[in-house]
């Protein structure tokens, strides 16, 4: 599925990735300044590794050596960040259906009803972005990445901000789409209660390096 190789150097950080995905939902744990949004920046192509190489699903995306280097719109990859960004002039209907105009039919993996279904979002489609809780702009924004039909989707701290009870809330969704939709997700958080709530593999980043989780997690 996804196999990197590949580090990224900054002037005082270095990026070492090893490892190949096998599960549909790889989690990575590491402390701030670790890493984690820096490695999924070069999944996604908006960094470029300085050496190595990025294949995901057989495709190379990014190759040093060999010149390779898919632009971001080309790779299927979807990130959502940690404050959800959403166009404040459009409502959540407006919002969902501009990811998924971008988007071919035929290439169309999710459709609006399934995703508005999927993540609740039927009271909410008139609101504009103002209007919504964090919780519930965080799962609009949840829906538009999805309607953009990736084929990877990277999620990089999308609980940060949101209190106690709207996590609560927001994980329940977020274990349905790894239940009931076929997509690979990479999750990375400083905390890693919430991937064993979501039964993750989990890797720990330590100091921008990717490594097996050196415990065990009880669930
Ligand atoms: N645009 C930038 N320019 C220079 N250094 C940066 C930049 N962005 C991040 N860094 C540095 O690169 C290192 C890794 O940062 P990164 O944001 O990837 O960590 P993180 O694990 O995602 O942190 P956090 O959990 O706080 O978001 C840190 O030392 C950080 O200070």
Same mark, same amino acid.
């Given at each position: ?6 580090? $990224? ?17 790889? =989690?990575? /744990? ?12 070069? %999944? ?53 259906? $501009? ?34 809780? =964090? ?11 999805? %309607?953009?039909?990736?084929? %990877? ?17 927001? %994980? ?15 999750? /990375? ?5 919430? #991937? /064993?709530? #979501? ?8 100091? =921008? ?5 050196? $415990?065990?997690?009880?669930?």
């Amino acid at each position: 599925m996804l196999c990197c190789d590949f580090q $990224y150097l900054r002037a005082d950080f270095k990026l070492n990735i090893q490892f190949e995905m096998q599960d549909q939902l790889l =989690g990575i /744990v590491g402390a701030s300044g670790s890493g984690k949004s820096t490695f999924l920046k070069n %999944l996604v192509g908006l960094l470029h590794p300085t050496q190595g190489s990025i294949q995901f699903n057989q495709q190379v995306l990014f190759d040093q050596q060999k010149n390779i280097h898919v632009p971001m719109h080309q790779r299927k990859i979807a990130l959502i960040f940690q404050n959800a960004l959403l166009f404040p002039h459009m409502n959540v209907q407006q919002n969902l259906m $501009y990811a998924e105009k971008q988007v071919n039919h035929a290439d169309r993996k999710f459709h609006f009803n399934e995703i508005v279904d999927l993540l609740e979002l039927k009271p909410l489609i008139h609101r504009k972005a103002h209007q919504l809780s =964090g919780g519930e702009a965080q799962r609009v924004s949840i829906g538009r990445a999805l %309607l953009s039909s990736p084929h %990877l989707l990277l999620l990089d701290e999308p609980l940060t901000g949101l209190d106690h009870q709207l996590k609560q809330q927001i %994980l329940p969704f977020l274990k349905r789409l790894k239940e009931e939709i076929d997509l690979p997700m990479i999750y /990375v958080t400083h905390h890693v209660d919430e #991937l /064993v709530f #979501l039964h993750a593999e989990i890797l720990m980043l330590e100091q =921008g390096k990717l490594m097996p989780a050196t $415990y065990q997690f009880s669930s």
